[in-house]
């Protein structure tokens, strides 16, 4: 199975999502968003499965940061470019699990996710 998780090592969720896979004795790679950018493609699928407000995290430092003609262009198809220049925009962590995905950690959620694959 192909499970990666997108993040920052940084973020306290993320680092709590880690730990939980590592408990669950579950193989995972982690996606490092800020020292290895995300692909355009990868992003607009993220977009189209989750929806730009399920994957932009709204309450964030960085969304704060932007002007308001660049947090409008975050529900259009600018969202990509606008989170490949801003990763910490996202959601964090990002399980992908063989396509499917789950923005932000909640271990049941992750784990019926995880149990359907």
């Not at 680092?15 to 004795?25: H, I, M, P, S, T």
């Not at 992003?43 to 964030?60: F, H």
């Amino acid at each position: 199975m192909s499970i990666t998780v997108y993040g920052i090592p940084n973020c306290d969720t993320v680092r709590k999502a880690r730990k939980w896979l590592e408990q669950q004795q579950i193989t995972f790679h982690f996606h490092d968003v800020r020292a290895e950018p995300v692909p355009a493609s990868t992003i607009a699928v993220w977009l189209e499965q989750l929806g730009s407000d399920t994957v932009i995290n709204k309450r964030s430092t960085a969304w704060r940061s932007l002007n308001a003609e660049q947090q409008q262009l975050a529900t259009t198809e600018d969202a990509v470019r606008l989170l490949q220049e801003h990763p910490t925009l996202m959601k964090r962590p990002l399980l992908d699990c063989q396509g499917s995905f789950s923005a932000g950690f909640n271990d049941k959620q992750w784990q019926s996710l995880l149990e359907q694959r």
